[in-house]
């Protein structure tokens, strides 16, 4: 695979929907439970109990393929948070 071969994970939801299918049965709850708590709706709290939860149904099956890429990666444990550069930064080098 070259570089360029490389799917968009953060903006290509056909991306993520492959990437998800490796998930194993008992990764896919965990994987649920990330990506409510990604969502801007996280406070809500009613992800994954019994009731009236269809607007946060709604909002999960329609989360971003960032939002679902940030999920999967905290799933398998690799995710690995760096804030935003403001204009002009430069990384610092990592040692």
């Not at 993520?16 to 809500?44: G, K, Y």
């Not at 393929?65 to 799933?75: D, H, I, N, V």
Request: aromatic letters at 10%; glycine letters at 6%; hydrophobic letters at 40%.
């Amino acid at each position: 695979m070259v570089w360029g071969d490389v799917p968009n994970y953060l903006s290509d939801l056909n991306a993520m929907a492959e990437a998800e299918n490796i998930l194993a049965w008992d990764q896919r709850e965990e994987f649920v439970r990330q990506l409510h708590l990604c969502h801007p709706t996280a406070s809500i709290g009613l992800c994954c109990e019994y009731g009236d939860v269809q607007d946060e149904v709604f909002d999960l099956v329609h989360a971003s393929a960032s939002m679902r890429a940030e999920a999967f990666l905290k799933t398998l444990g690799l995710w690995k948070y760096s804030p935003p550069l403001n204009a002009g930064e430069t990384p610092a080098p990592k040692h």
